[in-house]
C-alpha cells in the first residue's frame, strides 16, 4: 500500500507570492491534517479535513487555507508568503476511527 | 490542552545498547493516544508506536517498548540492541483517543539520538 505523498519535495518561493501544497493520503484514509515544522516553534497543527470538511483548525492567521477533495486529496495554500513562512510542511492521513497518523515526507519551503 | 515535554534535548547510546528517551505530559481529557514519531534527516515523520491511555498493556513493536505511567504522566520510549540507522529525532506526541472534531497531535521538541559505533 502506497504511503502519503506529498508534492512537490522543495519550493522555494519570493516574499509576498502564494504557495499551493499538495498531499495524497494513504487509501482509504479520509483524514489528513497539516503540520509547520520550524527550528524555533517546532511543530505545529494547521489543520485537519475528514470528508471535504475542516474539522480543526491550529492557531495560524488566515492566510494559511486548505481543502480537501472528494478523494481525499488535499491541498494547503499559503497567500502572502513572508519569511517567517519558511518551514517543512508535513501532511498526515489517518484512518477513521483509528489515533495513529501516518506521514509523508513533507514539502521544504523557502521563502526568499 | 495538551502539553508534552521532552527534557533531554541529545542521547548518545552504544550500538547494540539499549537507550530510553523521556517524555511527560499533561492533559485535562480522560481519555488520549501518545505515540512516538522518528525523524531522520530526510524529514519524514515515521510513525513507530501508539498507546491509549486505556490500554492495560504497554505497547511493543519489535525493538520499540512504550513505558506508560498513568500516574506519573510519563511515556517513556526504549530501544532496544540500538542500530546506527535508530539515529535520528525522536519525538513524543499525544492527540485524543480516537479524534473526532477536535483531533489535533501534539508534540514535544524532540531528542536527537545518536548511535555511536
Known amino acids: 500500500k502506497a504511503g502519503v505523498t506529498q508534492t512537490p519535495r522543495y519550493l522555494i518561493k519570493t516574499r509576498g507570492q502564494q504557495v499551493t501544497l499538495s498531499c495524497s493520503p494513504i487509501s482509504g484514509h479520509r483524514s489528513v491534517s497539516w503540520y509547520q515544522q520550524t527550528p524555533g516553534q517546532g511543530l505545529q497543527f494547521l489543520f485537519e479535513?475528514?470528508?471535504?470538511?475542516?474539522?480543526n483548525k491550529g492557531n495560524f492567521p488566515g492566510r494559511f487555507s486548505g481543502r480537501q477533495f472528494s478523494n481525499s486529496r488535499s491541498e494547503m495554500n499559503v497567500s502572502t508568503l513572508e519569511l517567517g513562512d519558511s518551514a517543512l510542511y508535513l501532511c498526515a492521513s489517518r484512518p477513521t476511527g483509528k489515533a495513529e497518523a501516518f506521514f509523508g515526507q513533507g514539502t521544504r519551503l523557502t521563502v526568499v | 490542552a495538551q502539553k508534552i515535554t521532552q527534557t533531554q534535548p541529545g542521547m548518545f547510546v552504544q550500538e547494540k545498547e539499549a537507550v530510553t528517551l523521556d517524555c511527560t505530559y499533561d492533559t485535562s481529557d480522560p481519555s488520549y493516544g501518545l505515540f512516538w514519531y522518528k525523524q531522520p534527516s530526510s524529514g519524514e515523520m515515521i510513525f513507530l508506536i501508539y498507546?491509549?491511555?486505556?490500554?492495560?498493556q504497554n505497547a511493543t513493536e519489535g525493538r520499540y517498548s512504550l513505558n506508560f505511567q498513568k500516574a506519573r504522566k510519563s511515556a517513556n520510549l526504549v530501544i532496544s540492541a540500538s542500530q546506527l540507522g535508530d539515529s535520528a529525532m525522536y519525538f513524543c506526541a499525544m492527540s485524543p483517543r480516537r479524534g473526532g472534531s477536535n483531533y489535533k497531535l501534539t508534540f514535544g521538541k524532540g531528542t536527537l539520538l545518536t548511535v555511536n559505533p
Open positions: 479535513y475528514f470528508s471535504e470538511t475542516q474539522r
Open positions: 498507546q491509549g491511555s486505556y490500554d492495560q
